[in-house]
């Protein structure tokens, strides 16, 4: 099992920045890739940023030139840097990983960090 742990998450007005951070643990066989992704009222969760461990990152188009994603700490922590906030990532922020294993990939989810953006 692989826990996340998320952090970073608050109130900020609109234009602001906040800097989220999710680190892996437990029995971890070899991490592919790290992300975030958001969900708010009333709407499905949606892909915010991934990046694999091969260093390939892909955003959503609605946080390309104000988001970036970054890993620390050989990998198994990932970072994201928000800027340039708008009332509209106003969401639930949820950490994923995929961790590859010899015969399945697991897919892990932290429990969710608020991100509130005030107008």
């Known amino acids: 099992q692989v826990q996340l742990v998320e952090s970073g998450g608050g109130l900020v007005q609109a234009g602001g920045s906040l800097r989220l951070s999710c680190a892996a643990s437990?029995?971890?066989?070899?991490?592919?890739?790290m992300g975030w992704y958001r969900q708010a009222p009333g709407k499905q969760r949606e892909l915010v940023a991934v990046?694999?461990?091969?260093?390939?990152?892909t955003y959503a188009d609605s946080v390309k030139g104000r988001f970036t994603i970054s890993t620390a700490n050989g990998k198994n922590t990932v970072l994201l840097q928000m800027n340039s906030l708008k009332p509209e990532d106003t969401a639930v922020y949820y950490c994923?990983?995929?961790?590859?294993?010899?015969?399945?990939?697991?897919?892990?989810w932290g429990q969710g960090t608020q991100v509130t953006v005030s107008s």
């Open positions: 990046r694999s461990r091969g260093g390939s990152t």
């Open positions: 994923n990983a995929v961790d590859r294993s010899s015969l399945y990939d697991y897919n892990y």
């Open positions: 437990g029995r971890i066989f070899s991490i592919v890739a």
